[in-house]
């Protein structure tokens, strides 16, 4: 069997070959995390379920396409810039769909966007998939999924579009922004993360005319945002250090300046040597218990989504059910691994083995379509 890797050596062959690459071979490139649960919307999918795996793929390219414009090396004002082009493209988009108008788009505005965003892009393989995206496969797989949906395509239209710009307004606001309160690093989970949850929620309820609360749907991003921010510590620093104008700590300062004997403390300080500061060590674990407690608190509402999914919409159930295991089982192996090497990014503590990944996708295969959610999950959570 290919492994991931396998795939995306061979992505990036067609892609050095001059093969366009479509949309599906966008997002295999680029997702560690949800290429596979995207794939259950339709393998598991019920027998009346929507088939949204073309949406929600579709999505995924679009808001890791302004992932990577935050994440890059421009400066700051061309960053701003970059993400504002690219959400009136999204709006110029959902108002018209039409093929005339999305090749317009595409050579007059999506080519400019993304001459501008290849040149902050931080690897090979991020500077291949801004190039492939500026040949339109994702411009053009949302024209033909608005155009399929008839009478839900304005809803849908709207929807996306709302989300996606909410998400770029979060996305500016936290690139010169220092997190000071807890409520700062929550308010920026819900712009890039919570807010796909709310997205998510809207589709399947016009779709596939279920009930879901979109309030509960939006603590499910935030969960496995939380979670990214705890694993990528170390590798989020280690950007910082390289690019510091274009960076951001999504720490918030109140955790490691919580009291007087810690007011001298700054961020530096927390990937420093315990030699450099006694408090270091002390410092890092009031983080990460910090971190731990806001992730604990989020994952049990978001459990609560996961069991008002109806089993009817068993690809939907299998699709929120994959990363939320996979979070909870990774926060499993940083609380036994510790501050220490979580801070230090050792992978065999903050990632989890293939195995149980394996395992994870195993039962949601055998328990998706379950009549009682609730006590399966009490089972594994």
Known sequence: MRTGQDIRKEIMRNAASGQKLSSEELLLLKSRSFSVPIGLLETFAGPNEHNKRPHVRNA???????????????????????LDKTHLLVTEICRDYSQEHLDDLIQNKLER?????????????????????????????????????GRNSEKIAGSFRDCFGTMVVGMKDSLDKEFVKEEDLLNYC??????????????????????????????????????????????????????????????????????DSKKGFDAEDLFKANGANPDAKYVRENVFDNLSRLAFEEQEVA?????????RVSGYRAF????????????????????EKVFKGSRDAIT??????????????????????????????
């Open 60 to 82: 995924y390219n679009w808001l890791r396409f302004a992932d990577e414009i935050e994440d890059g090396t421009l400066p700051i004002g061309e960053k701003r810039a970059t």
């Open 113 to 149: 966007i993304v001459k501008t965003g290849v040149l902050g892009a931080v690897d090979k393989e991020t500077r291949v998939f801004i190039k492939q995206f500026g040949n339109g496969p994702v411009v053009y797989e949302l024209g033909d999924i608005l155009r399929r949906e």
């Open 190 to 259: 819900y712009y890039v993360a919570g807010i796909v949850g709310d997205w998510l929620t809207n589709l399947t309820n016009t779709v596939d005319g279920t009930n879901l609360d979109v309030k509960l749907g939006r603590r499910l991003g935030r969960f496995l945002q939380l979670t990214n921010v705890a694993k990528n510590i170390r590798e989020d620093q280690t950007m910082r250090e390289r690019y510091s104008e274009s960076r951001t700590l999504f720490l918030p300062s109140d955790f490691y300046r919580n009291s």
């Open 303 to 311: 459990r609560d989504y996961l069991e008002s999914i109806p089993p």
């Open 320 to 339: 929120c059910l994959v990363p939320y295991l996979a979070a909870v089982a990774t926060w499993e192996t940083m609380r036994n691994a510790g501050a």
């Open 352 to 381: 989890i083995p293939k195995t149980k990944l394996a395992d994870i996708v195993q039962f949601v295969a055998e328990n998706a379509g379950a009549y009682n959610l609730k006590k399966v999950l009490k089972i594994v959570s």
